[in-house]
């Protein structure tokens, strides 16, 4: 069977018309070795693609297809291809390239190499072919950036963990999330109602931190222990200094009291933040914030492989249902449901199916 030598993806031509979606050819990079031809059946819809395409996170090059949450067929194998074999189901997520050979690649570091590229809006080395995303027919991505799906897993349940899910899976398993700790959640969005699924299936006991009690139901529905809205009067109060992590997923820091936050964690606890505002404003940050309990502040991207293929496997293992609501991929569909995302109405992640139907079985 030939290999198409172009493929098709819905593409965005700039911030002015973001919500204007064309269906375009456009050349990938130049097969290699390692390489891998995902035919893609369904994406998750990430917040980075609304930023992405409406200017919010800056600069980017058009036109552009976007998508990073890609689930779909091996077609096509490198000859030097080891971990992937033709005719798997598999998965793409955010980043598609790194050196492979730095330290940090070399400690299971390498969504931090400095090299890495992400899977869309990146420019492939001599070539000046700007990846493409999952909004598209085909993906061609390394191998190591392509990770075979368990066969319990649906697709649509497992194409949304690839970037939400391993956002909050990761800071989660690389400090401490376990049975006998105490996790908070902050946000309930996308990758914060991972962040309660995965403390869960981790053995924590898992608390939910919203603005409201608007979510409420939802964070206990989804196994959360407890739920704190920091719109109450003394909401931190009766938890202060309990918490061995807190990972914050929220999207925007307006009328964020940080002291309030921090005053939850016990001495040497950590705080992560994954979630990545628009604007160039942040949390003004001082030294007297972390006094009281010598808390530590940071923060974390994405994940490595291992911890990809770990995750994949605890949810299989698991029974892990996200909730995600499916949405035929088409030009109408795209534009209607980056608006809902737009405006937060979204419980709690959206996937793109029905490919077939606009790029052929």
């Keep these: 069977m030939p290999y198409p030598e172009q493929f098709t993806g819905f593409q965005v031509n700039g911030p002015d018309t973001w919500l204007e979606f064309h269906k375009n050819e456009f050349q990938p990079k130049p097969f290699g070795d390692y390489d891998v ?35 779909g067929t091996a077609i096509r194998v490198g000859p030097k291809v080891t971990l992937i074999k033709e005719g798997e189901r598999v998965g793409v997520g955010a980043q598609s390239y790194s050196c492979l050979n730095c330290r940090q690649c070399k400690n299971d570091n390498e969504t931090y190499c400095k090299d890495q590229l992400d899977t869309y809006g990146a420019v492939w080395p001599d070539t000046g072919i700007v990846s493409q995303g999952g909004y598209s027919s085909h993906v061609r991505t390394h191998e190591h950036w392509v990770f075979p799906i368990p066969e319990a897993l649906p697709s649509t349940d497992a194409a949304p963990m690839l970037c939400a899910g391993l956002t909050a899976y990761s800071p989660l398993v690389r400090n401490g999330c376990g049975p006998g700790r105490k996790v908070g959640i902050v946000g309930l969005g996308g990758i914060g109602h991972f962040g309660v699924l995965f403390a869960k299936a981790l053995g924590a006991e898992v608390w939910a931190i919203s603005r409201s009690h608007a979510k409420e139901a939802d964070a206990l529905k989804l196994g959360a222990d407890g739920f704190l809205a920091t719109s109450d009067k003394d909401w931190n109060v009766p938890h ?20 309030a936050y921090l005053s939850l964690l016990d001495v040497h606890a950590k705080w992560v933040s994954v979630g990545l505002p628009e604007g160039e404003e942040g949390i003004k940050i ?51 449901t980056l608006t809902r995302l737009h405006a937060n109405d979204v419980h709690y992640r959206f996937c793109m199916t029905n490919y077939a139907d606009q790029f052929g079985a």
């Design 37 to 71: 031809d995902v035919k893609i059946e369904a994406c998750g819809v990430c917040g980075s693609d609304v930023h992405t395409i409406s200017g919010g996170w800056g600069e980017q090059k058009f036109p552009l297809a976007v998508g990073h949450e890609i689930v």
């Design 240 to 259: 202060a200094m309990t918490f061995d992590l807190i990972i914050n997923t929220a999207n925007s820091f307006e009328g964020f009291d940080l002291d």
């Design 286 to 336: 001082r030294n007297q914030t972390f006094l009281s309990n010598g808390c530590f502040f940071g923060s974390s991207h994405l994940g490595s492989r291992r911890e990809t293929l770990e995750m994949l496997q605890l949810a299989a293992d698991k029974g892990i249902k996200p909730w995600v609501e499916q949405v035929p991929i088409s030009d109408k569909n795209l534009a209607d």
